[in-house]
């Protein structure tokens, strides 16, 4: 298994861009999630999904969008790209919700918008 | 509100025990986790405890849970070189839902 791959691993966009940020797993894992991290902060839950055609937003859910159409896919839209989104995003799954269920997380995108 | 708090640093000399310290606010708290995170990597889950669990303990790493004053703690027996990472608290509040709140992370310095 590959696990959780993310891509690009890194990106440097202008004020105003769009972009997608790609998640995949190949583990049949029900729920899927994205987080940004900045300096000096926890993780923060942007969206997540219980299963495929279900998604719900998180903590910070502004200025983005996503879509679960596959178990394996979970892509995350930046519709107009700010300085203020320049983070790392983490892509990450799981078989269930949180409690006993392991979340394995992707190794990150490090995304810049100047 | 929910909230999870640790210090930022910790530097310890390779061989001494590393102790880790996480205070939590959410006391229907069911589940709390120490994630470790490597440059460039993303976080791994390295053990988890239940909330009616006062200690577990896995090789080289024991957790205690201090319930009654929220409080959660790693510590790495025999630290080495490898455990230089930045390591996460995280709790799930018994609030329904998929919540995971998150510490800033305890970045680990680990001098030979």
């Known amino acids: 298994n590959a696990g959780v791959t993310q891509t690009p691993k890194f990106q440097v966009l202008k004020t105003g861009q769009s972009m997608t940020l790609q998640c995949a797993q190949d583990m049949n894992h029900e729920y899927m999630s994205w987080y940004r991290q900045d300096p000096g902060m926890g993780l923060r839950l942007i969206h997540y999904s219980v299963g495929a055609g279900i998604t719900d937003q998180g903590e910070v859910p502004n200025g983005y969008n996503v879509s679960r159409s596959t178990t394996e896919d979970f892509p995350l839209r930046l519709l107009s790209a700010a300085p203020s989104q320049t983070s790392v995003y983490f892509c990450a799954s799981s078989r269930g919700g949180a409690g006993e269920d392991e979340q394995y997380f992707g190794p990150g995108t490090r995304l810049t918008v100047t | 509100g929910e909230d999870v708090e640790q210090s930022l640093f910790l530097s310890v000399r390779e061989g001494d025990s590393s102790v880790i310290n996480c205070t939590y606010t959410?006391?229907?708290?069911?589940?709390l986790y120490w994630y470790k995170q490597e440059p460039g990597a993303g976080l791994q889950l390295l053990t988890y405890?239940?909330?009616?669990?006062d200690m577990k303990q896995d090789q080289r790493l024991t957790v205690l849970l201090n319930k009654k004053d929220k409080h959660l703690s790693l510590r790495i027996a025999d630290t080495q070189t490898g455990d230089s990472a930045i390591y996460f608290c995280?709790?799930?509040?018994?609030?329904?839902?998929?919540?995971?709140?998150f510490g800033a992370g305890t970045r680990l310095f680990v001098k030979a």
């Open positions: 405890i239940f909330s009616n669990m």
């Open positions: 959410d006391s229907s708290s069911t589940y």
């Open positions: 995280a709790e799930t509040p018994n609030t329904g839902g998929f919540k995971t709140i």
